[in-house]
């Protein structure tokens, strides 16, 4: 596959069209219709879940949320193929890798509330938090793979980052390295179109994002990342290639960020309608959901009665959180090193101050 697909060629893996019609049989995956009914509804409780974080945001229930809307498949193929002792390094679009590794999405809902203990996983092993600075997570990602390789254990490290990240230094720093050492991570660019308002076309003059990996002389490859099945095989390659030292890999998934950047962001500013359309045709939920029911595995009847469920079990963990109670003020600073350096000390006790005399103004 590396070598048909290799990014020089210019061409995109696929498996399924819009319609979710195979393609070509050669590439289809195996995969036991029971698994791949779970895997949907994986998807569906993943977007169901998304769906509903917006409208609490709305409703002045939680901060700042960055929507994974049409970015599903790729964290779902993410999700099936990493294993418990496998590390997950995510950026901040990957909530069905997420729960698929263990967090729950209790934990994502105080993360977002501002939570530390969001980011102390209870159940989730070998997962690091959610991480804003672009790009920067990567860097953490190559160097847990010099650990893997180090120690001669049999780990795969999966590395997200935008399309916005590639422009990054740490990026090029973490493929570099991570290609001369030859470690076993995967690096998975979401190549959702924008970074912010940036379109990807501005964030690079290279014929796509996979052509990167040619430079840095490892295995790339640009996959659709809005077709499950593809993601699921070219993940699928990726671990094994991995897993007999041949990584790193970089996959370039295209998708596209059907929502708004986050919850502060209006994309009407910078896209268009007719642009939001053409991208509508090639949802990666539509394209499976058909798939599935054209094989007579799913239904829309299924699907409506599964749905409230699902909204059920959303809310009740949103609630949960929403009721966890303060935060030790120094929960803040206590987590950046094992012991805690004096100009941090400092800082607590200076916020502590200002916490005593806010209470002091706001009534
Ligand atoms: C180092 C750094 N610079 C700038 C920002 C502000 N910022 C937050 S998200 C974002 C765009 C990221 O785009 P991309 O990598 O494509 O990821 P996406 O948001 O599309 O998933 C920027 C510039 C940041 N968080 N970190
Ligand atoms: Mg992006």
Redesign the pocket.
């Known amino acids: 596959m590396f070598n048909e697909y290799n990014p020089l060629e210019k061409k995109m893996f696929q498996v399924i069209d819009n319609n979710g019609k195979v393609l070509d049989k050669k590439w289809m995956p195996k995969i036991d219709n029971e698994k791949l009914v779970t895997i949907y509804k994986d998807m569906l409780f993943a977007r169901t879940a998304d769906l509903q974080i917006v409208s609490y945001q709305r409703q002045g229930r939680i901060f700042t949320y960055?929507p994974n809307y049409g970015q599903e498949a790729i964290a779902a193929a993410a999700g099936v193929h990493i294993k418990d002792n496998d590390w997950l390094v995510p950026?901040f679009?990957e909530m069905g890798t997420m729960l698929a590794k263990g967090v729950s999405l209790k934990e994502l809902f105080l993360y977002f509330m501002g939570y530390e203990d969001g980011s102390a996983f209870k159940k989730a092993k070998n997962t690091l938090p959610i991480s804003?600075?672009?790009a920067s997570q990567l860097l953490h990602a190559a160097g847990i793979g010099y650990a893997i390789k180090y120690n001669k254990e049999d780990k795969v490290v999966f590395g997200f980052?935008?399309?916005?990240?590639t422009s990054?230094g740490d990026f090029h720093e973490a493929v570099n390295f991570a290609g001369v050492w030859k470690v076993p991570v995967i690096f998975i660019i979401?190549n959702?179109q924008?970074?912010?308002s940036t379109p990807t076309k501005m964030q690079t003059a290279s014929e796509s994002l996979a052509i990167k990996a040619v430079a840095y002389g490892v295995k790339g490859i640009q996959v659709d990342g809005n077709d499950f099945f593809a993601m699921y095989k070219a993940i699928e390659e990726s671990v094994d290639a991995c897993r007999k030292g041949e990584g790193p890999i970089l996959i370039e998934a295209v998708t596209y960020?059907k929502g708004a950047?986050t919850t502060s962001d209006d994309p009407t500013k910078y896209r268009t309608k007719e642009e939001e359309q053409e991208w509508e045709a090639k949802d990666p939920m539509k394209r499976l959901k058909s798939y599935l029911i054209s094989k007579k595995l799913w239904s829309e009847k299924e699907e409506d009665s599964i749905l409230p469920q699902f909204k059920e079990e959303i809310d009740r963990q949103f609630i949960e959180a929403e009721n966890y109670g303060p935060y030790p003020a120094e929960d803040i600073f206590k987590y950046m090193y094992s012991e805690m350096p004096d100009d941090l000390k400092d800082q607590i006790s200076e916020h502590e101050r200002f916490l005593q005399w806010k209470s002091t103004k706001v009534k």
Do not use: L, M, S, W
Not at 161 to 165: H, P, S
């Open positions: 960055p950026a679009r804003v600075p672009i980052v935008g399309d916005g990240g990054e979401q959702n924008y970074g912010i960020r950047h």
